[in-house]
């Protein structure tokens, strides 16, 4: 399949499709990108054409082609400690925050994980800290890892990565602290992996049964969503955070004029989203806020 034989219509069909499945609002000229992501799967199911693809979803709708259109069209690259400042600001100054305010379990969501490295790297920086800060221990922490793609979701729990895949971003020092050697592929080792679990959520669905959280990592994510998802996304996330926590967003990205619940904090390495004391008073708190278990 080329960027020329998809059609107007068929194009036009396709990014109707996607946005209502995932939220993913696609420009006027992304006829390659399109073409390139589905070309795979286009020729496992031998179909000619993407107005194929989207009648056999219909015509089929217990295949699992909708789940695999979506999966192919999600699958992003990411690396490990990416712009490496909102872990400086966990490990120097959101951790100490949190211990010093109260004991607990400490509690991080990191949406739209792709291949686990962004996850992966908060439980290392947590190591680090629990270990350089001995008299401010943490009580635990629980970090959640979501996505909405399978084979990202898979990748993220077989916890395994190639040469490639550590090249970038991660430092030798913690690859051979954090990772044993398998040979051509590296293993996270067990004390890594335990404090992290990984849960499938489209994040144009509820977040209700993810509970609370200190930090939410959304990073590099808000810019493929049109404005009114955007609005509802960072509304439901600001009542998915404890009182004072943070929201952490890609380097390039602002809240802007979307969200009113948070205060901008800068610090020297970088900057952050704190949830206003007042928006959690002004915001209702659906039911099954009150029935959740105390972090």
């Not at 390139?36 to 089929?60: A, C, P, T, Y």
């Not at 979506?70 to 100054?93: G, I, S």
């Not at 979501?146 to 490639?164: E, F, G």
């Amino acid at each position: 399949m080329t960027n020329h034989s998809i059609s107007s219509r068929d194009y036009d069909a396709f990014r109707k499709f996607l946005e209502e499945a995932c939220g993913i609002v696609l420009g006027d000229n992304k006829h390659y990108l399109v073409a390139s992501r589905l070309n795979r799967l286009l020729k496992e199911l031998e179909l000619g054409s993407v107005g194929d693809l989207i009648e056999s979803m219909h015509l089929h709708p217990h295949s699992g082609i909708r789940e695999r259109i979506v999966d192919a069209m999600t699958t992003n690259e990411t690396f490990w400690f990416r712009d490496n400042h909102p872990y400086v600001l966990l490990k120097e100054l959101i951790f100490p925050e949190i211990v010093k305010k109260r004991q607990g379990q400490v509690r991080i969501w990191s949406a739209a994980c792709s291949s686990g490295q962004e996850p992966y790297s908060i439980s290392m920086i947590a190591q680090e800290f629990m270990q350089a800060r001995m008299g401010m221990k943490m009580s635990g922490i629980d970090i959640v890892g979501t996505d909405i793609s399978p084979t990202m979701l898979a990748h993220c729990k077989a916890a395994k990565y190639d040469a490639l895949a550590l090249s970038r971003g991660l430092s030798p020092e913690r690859k051979n602290r954090f990772f044993n050697n398998l040979g051509e592929i590296w293993e996270i080792k067990d004390e890594v992996k335990k404090n992290v679990r990984f849960i499938d959520l489209n994040l144009m669905n509820s977040y209700s049964s993810l509970g609370k959280f200190d930090v939410i990592f959304c990073r590099n994510v808000m810019i493929y969503f049109s404005t009114e998802l955007k609005k509802d996304i960072l509304r439901r996330m600001s009542q998915a955070l404890v009182p004072g926590g943070y929201l952490i967003l890609g380097s390039t990205e602002t809240l802007a004029s979307y969200s009113d619940d948070f205060d901008l904090v800068r610090y020297e390495s970088g900057m952050a989203y704190k949830l206003k004391p007042s928006s959690q008073l002004s915001t209702p708190q659906p039911s099954w806020v009150s029935s959740l278990p105390k972090a």
